[in-house]
């Protein structure tokens, strides 16, 4: 049977070499448990090669013409398969960035006492890395895409906001990491504030709502700056995704863009409702505490007691009354929310492809 | 009374190809033909006796595959030198009588004569009147292989006292008809030549003493076609090597970039450079295996380059990966004597050149220097060098001895890479530098010695040998940024971001000994017969290496170790090599080589891992040692089914060592090797036109490409190229020459690493284009030069036009990018008269702007922006517009 060399033969050559290749490489120098090749094959030519015009008959009248026909036919063979085949790996990618936010209950119960609403959730979010390794921070130091600037995220709204593209290769991301609008440069002792974080006061995440103590409410609020703390971390994503965290996808040219969505209330969930209401007594050895709404100052002798309901306050513990809650940056709820905030429930990464 | 002057019957003799005795030979039909006993030679032939002349062989046209420097056991073609153009003296009119003078002529590769002797005087009127005429004469100059080389002629001029009867056919016109010569155009049959050998020839050429042309790929680059075009420095005569390109990316001090048929070969891994036959790669370099500066060429001295693509020959050794470039060394008759040549052009370049070549010298005998003096073109690449080349040959008979030292140091500042999109947004310009210390700081230091001595040794029956030893010191530093601010140490706890400032620095000691003999033919049978050779090289090398990362803020503070160490590297190689004659239209040649490389490596920061365990829980420091063997075949098989045809086949399989570093204790030492095969057809009809065309293939073992984190090179896997060589080669008018190349090829990556956890998104993936290789080169090199005034003060008045023009398609770059088509064009004018030249360059005369190298890494530049960690594209700016006007003299 007469075998014709097409363009689709040849390629399928390649492809099988390139899967042997690939067998063996892993076989004897792997050193991950996957390798993350994305491989397309686009043959841009039709020519085929008849193998049959590479034979030289032993007999022939001319042995200059001979020589000179197989010549000529070897040479084109092998010219026009080196041009017919073009294997190629990565390719250049652009994605639409969007965020989104989650609306939230209108109160998230922490106890049978205490529950929080929130009216503000607005945070600086970037840069954005997606890494090709299932391991951000250090080992992320070639990305798949990058997003290197930030915006200002209403947590709060559903509507996607287009924030920017993404830029990079084709190939599979295994892992992702950001900052909060407040970046760690290997190269400055302090951490560069975004447009966006300044935006925010110079925060990275602004927060406010009421605190709900049974029927009694206050507003709160929260400026948070989240940054890379210490020298040993710097110049790495604050945010980064935990290897317990499954994610990877594909990343094509059929991928269309990425929203990352935030859900706000996750990060309000594990804030302890003691931080908010406490039926405390002078037995803790604080100099106040409160009894539900009502304030106790603990003195050597007859502890005083002050209700702040009737003022319209509440007893927030370390506080005593007050008609308005501010979180300070290292206050014990501040420190939950970062906690949250870079090592709770991730985001939402939720990547759109091209319809065909 | 009238002038009257004939030339009696022309004989010509040429010098027989026998060396030592250098007996002579009576001219044959064209082409000449050497006597089949007589041994090769490589230098000048020289004329003696008659007795040793062989009339009697048998005519033998060469084939198209044994040009010259193709073929050790046929004599390659001598076409005699034909006067075209000249004045007749005049009778001195206080001359008496009749008078002979025998005048030995000079004819330089032009067809100029360059000096006059009297051989055999007549008398001081007549003498000076003989030599005032043939001073202006005109030749076609001799041919050897259909290129001009030059000549010796002994020409005699009988004057006579009245108008002799009318000149023979070969003769010129009387006086009264313009005294224009109308001399043959064909040296005259010998039937008519040997009665009267009043005019001999002694052409000077050399005769390889072994077979070198061995496949379709093998080329000869001759002083004529190397100085047709503009060059800016010594090394730019790669550029006319088929398929090679070659480009400045790191500066003056710091060696080329070569990538040849589908290698990038970085700065000489994939390439065996020999310099008059001094081994130039250096194995082991910090800045890349087997790195090669040639920026001590001075291009005056560039003789020819022999230029072997694939592997086909067993005395190719390490390195030879993509092919091996032989350069010869030498001054044409044209411009011996003492030269001094000065040039100044664009960005305050200063050169100048001086050399000194005895003009009764073997053509390989000369002392040249240069010094070059540059601010470089945009910023930061001002840059001074010096280099000095001395060789010569001496002794006579069967033994004669070479001698070459060369001297070369530079040190040139380097602008380093720029992010593309940093220029195309208008950031920097194309030819600037970032403004940071780091980035400023980039330059390069070059220091080489190099001496070799050189016995060779022709025998009358063709067998030959050579023996020589060399020595050499080098020393290499450099600083580059490629990355901008990315590192953190590895030393120093909690330092970062102080400027990827990679400092390099490498010193070599080598000492190697070189020896062949190849012995005469044998002939066991009628139609077959050959010669074996067996051959050793064998180096030595002691490298000393270190890289750190400086502060190029702070007086270069060092801020992080990454290397130190030194090794000692040993290698001693061994070939054999078969040359047969099947018969007359086959020719075999096959052999073997085989490579012992044993290195000792001591690592001084060999385990040391400060942030992991303990500084005290042990001294760092990693030795060790490791020993391997590479042995391959070569072979070639030429058959010559016409006159004009040759198809050339040939198998080779070479190595590239590895880096000693990468070793460890006990490794089987893991050699790169190369399995190459070409096929292929050359052509030759007559003088005008030469072509070959070859298709290949290569499939490397494990190759390593650029890696801008370490400023070095890194394994990449297993490869493969095939591809396809064009090369012509034309004298379609006798006063221009052209040569054209087009290389196509395809390169793979077949087995690149696979993604690791240090590694996860490596940049090479199996399937994609070998990075940073160009798939087609074109290059064509156009010289013409002809008489604008044949007596202008009583010297002819030539000029000289040069064109060079280099095309290479985009370079595929890693992560799927693909860079800029590149074309440059040069060219050149020049006047010559009497003892001067004078000579107008222009480089890059499109003014494009045209990376010398691009890359595609992750870079960070701006210290306070946010760090980019997408690879993104990179180059290296290529030079601008530039002229270069030089004013040479010739004493």
């Keep these: 049977m007469k075998t014709v060399h097409t363009v689709e033969t040849i390629c399928a050559a390649l492809r099988a070499e390139e899967r042997e290749a690939n067998a063996n490489a892993n076989k004897i120098r792997a050193r991950s448990s996957k390798r993350e090749l994305s491989i397309s094959v686009s043959c841009f030519s039709k020519n085929s090669i008849n193998p049959s015009e590479l034979r030289c008959k032993r007999k022939a009248p001319d042995a200059a013409s001979l020589l000179r026909k197989c010549g000529t036919a070897a040479l084109l063979s092998l010219f026009g398969g080196a041009l017919s085949c073009t294997v190629s790996a990565q390719e250049p990618l652009e994605l639409d960035l969007y965020v989104q936010g989650t609306e939230v209950p209108d109160r998230v119960q922490l106890s049978d006492e205490v529950a929080l609403s929130l009216e503000r959730a607005e945070l600086a979010f970037g840069p954005l890395y997606l890494c090709p390794g299932r391991q951000a921070g250090d080992l992320c130091d070639t990305a798949r895409m990058e997003w290197t600037e930030a915006a200002v995220v209403d947590a709060l709204s559903p509507e996607r906001q287009h924030v920017g593209q993404l830029l990079g290769a084709t190939g599979t991301t295994y892992s992702w990491m950001y900052d909060y609008g407040v970046t760690s440069l290997l190269t400055q002792l302090q951490p560069v504030v975004s447009p966006a974080a300044r935006e925010l006061g110079q925060a990275s995440v602004v927060l406010a709502g009421s605190v709900w103590v049974e029927s009694q409410s206050i507003p709160w609020e929260l400026r948070l700056l989240i940054q890379q703390e210490g020298d040993s971390g710097r110049g790495v994503s604050v945010v980064r995704k935990s290897q317990n965290t499954r994610f990877s996808h594909e990343l094509s040219q059929n991928t269309e863009s990425l929203t990352v969505r935030f859900d706000p209330s996750s990060w309000l969930a594990e804030l302890p409702a003691e931080l908010f209401y406490e039926q405390a007594d002078c037995s803790s050895g604080r100099a106040q505490v409160c009894e539900g709404f009502v304030e106790v100052s603990c003195t050597e002798d007859e502890p005083v007691r002050r209700d702040c309901s009737e003022s319209g306050q509440v007893c927030v513990p370390g506080q005593g009354c007050t008609d308005s809650l501010l979180l300070e940056q290292n206050s014990t709820a501040a420190i939950y929310l970062k906690q949250e905030l870079t090592a709770g429930e991730p985001p939402e990464f939720i990547f759109r492809e091209r319809q065909n | ?891």
């Excluded at chain 2, 009127?125 to 100059?141: G, I, K, N």
């Excluded at chain 2, 009387?174 to 009043?198: F, I, M, N, T, Y």
């Excluded at chain 2, 040959?393 to 040139?412: E, K, N, P, V």
């Excluded at chain 2, 971001?497 to 080598?510: A, F, K, M, P, V």
């Design chain 2, 1 to 891: 009374m009238k002038t009257k002057w004939r030339v009696s019957r022309i004989v010509l003799q040429v010098a027989g190809w026998t060396w030592g005795c250098g007996s002579w030979a009576w001219a044959q039909e064209h082409p000449v033909e050497a006597p089949d006993s007589v041994a090769p030679s490589s230098e000048e032939v020289q004329a003696s006796d008659e007795s040793q002349t062989q009339p009697g062989e048998p005519e033998q046209e060469a084939p198209p595959g044994s040009s010259e420097g193709g073929d050790a056991s046929r004599a390659p073609q001598i076409e005699l030198p034909r006067l075209i153009q000249g004045v007749a003296p005049e009778y001195p009119a206080q001359a008496q009588g009749e008078g002979q003078v025998i005048l030995v002529l000079t004819i330089d590769s032009q067809g100029r004569v360059v000096s006059s002797e009297v051989h055999e005087s007549a008398g001081a009127l007549f003498d000076a009147a003989a030599q005032d005429a043939a001073r202006s004469y005109r030749f076609e100059p001799a041919r050897r292989e259909g290129l001009p080389v030059s000549a010796r002629v002994r020409m005699p001029f009988l004057f006579l006292p009245e108008l002799p009867p009318a000149p023979s056919a070969t003769g010129p016109k009387s006086a009264d008809q313009e005294k224009e010569l109308e001399l043959p155009g064909a040296p005259v049959e010998p039937e008519k030549a040997r009665p009267d050998p009043h005019l001999e020839v002694n052409v000077h050429g050399e005769r390889p003493l072994r077979t070198t042309r061995r496949g379709a790929s093998d080329f000869m680059v001759h002083r004529e076609v190397i100085t047709a075009a503009p060059r800016q420095e010594g090394a730019d005569v790669l550029r006319l090597v088929p398929g090679l390109t070659s480009f400045r990316t790191e500066g003056l001090a710091v060696a080329h970039s070569y990538s040849l048929r589908g290698f990038d070969s970085a700065h000489g891994q994939d390439l065996e450079f020999l310099v008059g036959g001094l081994p130039i790669n250096l194995p082991n370099h910090i800045h890349g295996q087997g790195y090669a500066d040639l920026s001590f060429l001075i291009g005056e001295v560039v003789d020819e380059l022999h230029v072997s693509e694939g592997v086909s020959d067993p005395k190719q050794g390490d390195f030879a990966v993509a092919g091996t470039i032989d350069i010869g060394l030498g001054v044409d008759q044209e411009h011996r004597g003492l030269q001094l040549k000065s040039g100044y052009g664009s960005f305050q370049t200063f050169r100048q050149h001086a050399s000194w070549a005895p003009r009764e010298g073997h053509r390989e005998s000369f002392g040249a220097i240069q010094y070059t003096k540059t601010a470089g073109f945009g910023e930061n690449r001002a840059g001074q060098s010096a280099s000095g080349i001395v060789q010569h040959r001496f002794g006579s008979g069967a033994l004669t001895y070479r001698f070459i030292g060369i001297a070369h140091t530079a040190r040139a500042d380097h602008a380093g890479v720029l992010r593309r999109e940093d220029i195309e947004s208008g950031e920097i310009c194309y030819h600037c530098v970032y403004q940071l210390p780091t980035a400023r700081a980039q330059n390069g230091l070059a220091q080489r010695l190099m001496a070799g001595f050189f016995a060779d040794y022709r025998g009358r029956s063709h067998e030959n040998g050579s023996l020589g030893v060399w020595i050499s010191h080098d020393h290499f530093r450099s600083q580059q940024n490629f990355t901008g601010f990315s590192e953190t140490s590895r030393t120093l706890a909690l330092v970062s971001g102080r400027g990827d400032l990679i400092e390099q620095r490498n010193t070599t000691h080598s000492v190697g000994i070189t020896g062949r003999y190849r012995t005469e033919a044998f002939k066991p049978m009628e139609g077959v017969h050959g010669t074996l050779e067996l051959g050793t090289n064998a180096r030595f090398d002691v490298v000393h290496q270190q890289q750190n990362l400086l502060d190029g803020a702070v007086r270069n503070q060092t801020w992080d170790r990454r290397v130190d160490a030194s090794i000692s590297g040993m290698d001693v190689g061994v070939f054999g090599d078969l040359d047969w004659e099947l018969g007359s239209m086959v020719r075999a040649r096959v052999g073997v080589r085989a490579d012992a490389l044993s290195y000792e490596a001591e690592d001084r920061l060999g385990n040391f891992a400060p942030t992991v365990r303990p500084q005290d829980a042990f001294i760092p420091g990693y030795r060790r040692s490791a020993m391997g063997l590479a042995v391959g075949p070569r072979a070639s098989v030429e058959v010559r089914p016409l006159p004009w045809l040759s198809v050339l086949s040939s198998y080779g399989e070479g190595y590239r060592s590895p880096q000693a570093r990468t070793l460890a204790d006990g490794e089987k030492t893991p050699f790169t090797k190369v399995h190459s095969g070409d096929v292929g057809v050359r052509m030759r009809w007559g003088e005008p036109l030469e072509l070959s065309s070859a298709a290949f293939y290569t499939r490397l073992s494990d190759d390593i490409a650029f890696d801008a984190s370490e400023g070095r090179m890194e394994r990449i896997g297993a490869t493969q190229r095939m591809g396809l060589t064009l090369h012509a080669l034309s004298h379609l008018t006798d006063w221009s020459v052209t040569s054209f190349s087009l290389t196509y090829v395809s390169a793979t990556l077949l087995e690149p690493p696979p993604a690791s956890a240090e590694e996860p998104a490596p940049p090479f993936v199996a399937g994609q284009r070998i990075p940073y290789v160009s798939p087609l080169v074109i290059r064509l090199d156009q010289g013409a030069h002809t008489t604008l005034v044949s007596d202008w003060g009583g010297k002819p008045l030539v000029w000289r036009a040069g064109l060079g023009f280099t095309f290479l398609a985009g370079r595929p770059l890693p992560f799927g990018q693909v860079g800029d088509n590149i074309g440059l064009l040069d060219a050149s004018l020049g006047l010559s008269w009497g003892v001067f030249e004078l000579a107008l360059e222009g480089f890059n005369l499109l003014n494009r702007n045209y990376p010398a190298s691009e890359y595609q890494f992750v870079s960070h530049w701006d210290p306070k922006g946010v760090p980019s960690r997408v690879p993104s594209r990179h180059i290296t700016a290529g030079a601008p517009l530039s002229f270069f006007l030089s004013l040479g003299v010739t004493l």
